[in-house]
């Protein structure tokens, strides 16, 4: 049997499927603990404090109760502290989109099998993006995009989920203005005005739009995918489209590379989002940690070799 520590985003603390999950595993045999935020960091101290437990006291796996935001928080608290041998991290999923828990296997819907799999699947590690040093587990956006993410209500989408980030797109969309960049990653560079730009790690964002739509989370590289600026009357087609079928859609616009490492100069400050932290930047790079950070997850496609083997 294992034994979990749940850091749990105060928002969720009086969700009764997080309680019925809880008392699943305990009767499973499992020891639970959980611990909820309150204050802005108390997530990462929650953490460092579970890792710190875990080499002292032996702790399988510390689980990211809440939205992208938290498990990205979670995961580089981890990474930061150091996990010991035999723990490993894992994801409870409570927010809005849930990104990067849909995309890697975890049950969305069923929060009793997505702590099940926290506490028994077999842990295999994955590769840890970081800009200028600040980690990220899933996907950087860019441009207009990261603005929507920023600028959705939180209500709407407590209401209406990813969809409140279509909505506020639209919106929006007559603000939308070009940045000029320049891009540069292993042989490959990129000079020219865009609109929209994805960094990832994994391949959704935005409530389930495929940005990065062939990353793997343990190849040791970052996807990069560029959206180019079009004709006025050209972008609101194309963000309809990126919005219903991802980034695929517009692959004849779009440039696009893979590499260990990314860096990124735009002429004007550009908005970025980090897994739900908004930056607003003009020159970053970005770095891939080859399977860095040992995690409980499902089978799925973001992983070289889904079943697990190496």
Same mark, same amino acid.
């Not at 809440?66 to 894992?90: H, K, Q, R, S, W």
């Not at 828990?101 to 840890?128: C, E, F, N, Y």
């Given at each position: 049997?294992?034994?979990?520590?749940?850091?749990?985003?105060?928002?969720?603390?009086?969700?009764? /499927?997080?309680?019925?999950?809880?008392?699943? !595993?305990?009767?499973?045999?499992?020891?639970?603990?959980?611990?909820?935020?309150? %204050?802005?960091?108390?997530?990462?101290?929650?953490?460092?404090?579970?890792?710190?437990?875990?080499?002292?006291?032996?702790?399988?796996?510390?689980?990211? +109760? =809440? #939205?992208?935001?938290?498990?990205?928080?979670?995961?580089?608290? *981890?990474?930061?502290? #150091?996990?010991?041998?035999?723990?490993?991290?894992?994801?409870?999923?409570?927010?809005?989109?849930?990104?990067?828990?849909?995309?890697?296997?975890?049950?969305?819907?069923?929060?009793?099998?997505? !702590? /099940?799999? @926290?506490?028994? *699947?077999?842990?295999?590690?994955?590769?840890?993006? &970081?800009?200028?040093?600040?980690?990220?587990?899933?996907?950087?956006?860019? $441009?207009?995009?990261?603005?929507?993410?920023?600028?959705?209500?939180?209500?709407?989408? /407590?209401?209406? $989920? +990813?969809?409140?980030?279509?909505?506020?797109?639209?919106?929006?969309?007559?603000?939308?203005?070009?940045?000029?960049?320049?891009?540069?990653?292993?042989?490959?560079?990129?000079? #020219?005005?865009?609109? *929209?730009?994805?960094?990832?790690?994994?391949?959704?964002? $935005?409530? =389930?739009?495929?940005?990065?739509?062939?990353?793997?989370?343990? %190849?040791?590289? &970052?996807?990069?995918?560029? !959206?180019?600026? &079009?004709?006025?009357?050209?972008? !609101? %087609?194309?963000?309809? /489209?990126?919005?219903?079928? #991802?980034? *695929?859609?517009?692959? @004849?616009?779009?440039?696009?590379?893979?590499?260990?490492?990314?860096?990124?100069?735009?002429?004007?400050?550009?908005?970025?989002?980090?897994?739900?932290?908004?930056?607003?930047?003009?020159?970053?790079?970005?770095?891939?940690?080859?399977?860095?950070?040992?995690?409980?997850?499902?089978?799925?496609?973001?992983?070289?070799?889904? %079943?697990?083997?190496?």
């Amino acid at each position: 049997m294992a034994t979990v520590r749940i850091i749990l985003h105060g928002k969720a603390a009086g969700d009764a /499927r997080v309680r019925k999950a809880v008392q699943a !595993l305990r009767r499973d045999g499992h020891l639970i603990k959980v611990r909820v935020t309150w %204050d802005p960091g108390d997530a990462a101290r929650l953490t460092t404090e579970a890792v710190a437990e875990a080499r002292n006291e032996g702790l399988d796996c510390i689980v990211a +109760g =809440g #939205g992208d935001g938290t498990i990205n928080e979670v995961f580089a608290a *981890a990474y930061a502290a #150091g996990l010991p041998a035999g723990c490993a991290v894992g994801v409870l999923p409570l927010g809005t989109a849930n990104d990067f828990a849909h995309a890697a296997g975890v049950p969305i819907d069923d929060l009793t099998a997505a !702590l /099940r799999m @926290a506490a028994s *699947a077999s842990p295999r590690a994955i590769d840890l993006g &970081l800009v200028d040093g600040r980690p990220f587990i899933n996907l950087v956006s860019g $441009g207009f995009g990261s603005r929507v993410t920023t600028e959705t209500d939180p209500e709407l989408k /407590r209401r209406l $989920g +990813g969809l409140a980030y279509a909505i506020t797109g639209i919106s929006r969309f007559a603000e939308l203005s070009a940045n000029h960049g320049v891009f540069r990653a292993e042989g490959f560079f990129w000079k #020219g005005a865009f609109i *929209a730009l994805a960094i990832g790690n994994g391949r959704q964002a $935005g409530g =389930g739009v495929p940005l990065c739509p062939n990353a793997l989370i343990d %190849d040791g590289l &970052l996807d990069l995918t560029i !959206l180019p600026d &079009l004709a006025r009357a050209a972008r !609101l %087609d194309a963000f309809s /489209r990126l919005l219903r079928e #991802g980034a *695929a859609a517009l692959r @004849a616009e779009m440039a696009t590379a893979q590499s260990s490492w990314i860096e990124v100069e735009t002429a004007d400050d550009v908005n970025i989002n980090l897994d739900g932290e908004p930056m607003l930047v003009k020159r970053f790079r970005v770095e891939c940690r080859p399977r860095a950070l040992p995690v409980r997850l499902g089978d799925s496609a973001l992983f070289s070799h889904p %079943d697990g083997s190496v």
